[in-house]
């Protein structure tokens, strides 16, 4: 007889609902959220397991890696997805959470969620905290910029060189004329100091291993793509035979229209932002980037600036973000490099 399993999974126990083909409940347990427990619960209550589901959220990851090791048939479905079936109940409980998941298994209406590798996920945390270090930075600045403003003080634009020194001066020089901003000087200089020289330290990181990684120096010859944009892509992507065409990479990260359809209304709207928001930042940036600093001519860039002459630039600019990540799969998947004489794919 087979079995399907619905696990509901919270940070200390998991709500797990086993039923038979039929839908009917054979048992219903909660086990802390380990995958050993899991595991051994589902070894004696559903030893014919055909599906194992739970929803994407913070411990998916983890969890389905950890059950795929002890030979479980887990499956990670879309959180959005689910909680549409979920939502219909009249009460919600982790049980009947548990045994709605439970429903989704047998009748195979979910959408199942592809769990990146190891590796992917160590090198996005690499590009995560860099980012959280340039963000932190960027919070301190514009904090000390705005208490000095109450005292008549307007600091100046400050020169990316040397860990952005200018702006630490132009603090002590500040400080040195209240014995209040001095303190705060001597408290806030130290700390923005060490935050540039740690995101410093990830970046050059970060570029070593770019340079070591033959498919990311493959996808830089794409102009306005750097290390940064090649590596959060390879992470973000995990697997090229994950899109059946290099088309779909776009609407994946949200950088297609939504389209709303009823009847005789059939309209689309702006992009829908699906996806990882750095990695479309990136994108947008590296787009940015072609449009604006590279010199060289592709016919990419020719594309992209006769649309910004007609759509206006940041219309253009999204555009071409989706049609760099096009480029960027179809160089991955086919092995080759970017053509600079090419007209791009569409």
Known sequence: MSHYVGLDVSLKEVSICVVDADGKVLNRASVPTEPDAIADYL????????????????L?????????????????????????ALSARLNKSDKADAEGLAQLARTGWFTKVHIRSEASDR?????????????????????????????????????????????RDQLAEAGASDPMLGLLAQT?????????????????????????NTLARRLMTVPGVGPLVALNFIATIDDANRFRRSTDVGAFLGLTPRRYQSGEIDRSGRISKCGDAEMRCLLVSAATSLMTQVRRFSPLKSWAIRLSARKGFKKAAVATARKIAVILHAIWRDGTEFNWTKEPLT
């Open 123 to 167: 090198m996005r945390a690499l590009v995560a905290a860099r980012e959280r270090l340039i963000r932190m930075r960027k919070d301190l600045e514009a904090h000390i910029r705005g208490v000095l403003k109450t005292f008549g003080i307007r600091m100046g634009p400050v020169l990316r060189a040397h860990h952005r020194q200018g702006f």
């Open 60 to 84: 998916a990851t983890w969890l389905t890696r950890e059950l795929e090791r002890r030979d479980v048939p887990i499956i990670c479905i879309d959180a959005r997805m689910a909680h549409k």
């Open 43 to 58: 070894a004696q209550e559903a030893p014919n397991a055909e599906r194992v589901v739970h929803e994407s959220g913070i």
């Open 188 to 212: 806030m200089i130290p700390i923005h100091k060490k935050l540039c020289a740690s995101a410093e330290v990830l970046g050059d990181e970060l570029m070593l291993v770019a340079k070591q």
